[in-house]
């Protein structure tokens, strides 16, 4: 499967954005989706993830709360919907992928996108 992320962009804190994940290929409605995250500087972190059937949302502490998760199968997309943005969220944001894994370690999902950069100002 091909993940492309879209949606980023400059908010200021507070505001909201909306990042969507779209995938080619076959079978999207097969694979358990995530999203993550990495600063200028820090490692890549997880963010978020969502089972196939969409039954099961993990979210990391940090964005517990403010950022939603979910996909539409139908159109082969994952979305991730941030509100009350901090300075802290800035980051580029990666959706990925995997047949099996779902979890918060990056190099268990076997698919990545592109990545779409978020910039919160004061």
């Known amino acids: 499967v091909q993940l492309q992320a879209s949606g980023g962009g400059l908010v200021q804190a507070g505001g909201s954005l909306r990042l969507s994940c779209s995938a080619s290929?076959?079978?999207?409605?097969?694979?358990?989706m995530g999203w993550f995250r990495q600063a200028p500087g820090k490692e890549r972190e997880f963010v978020s993830s969502?089972?196939?059937?969409?039954?099961?949302?993990s979210y990391a502490d940090s964005v517990k709360g403010r950022f939603a998760i979910s996909r539409d199968n139908g159109k082969n997309t994952v979305y991730l919907q941030l509100n009350s943005l901090k300075l802290e969220d800035t980051a580029v944001y990666y959706c990925?992928?995997?047949?099996?894994?779902?979890?918060?370690?990056?190099?268990?999902?076997?698919?990545w996108g592109q990545g779409t950069e978020v910039t919160v100002s004061s």
């Open positions: 990925a992928a995997d047949v099996w894994y779902y979890g918060v370690v990056p190099g268990q999902y076997d698919y």
């Open positions: 969502i089972t196939w059937s969409g039954g099961t949302r």
């Open positions: 290929g076959r079978a999207f409605d097969r694979y358990h």
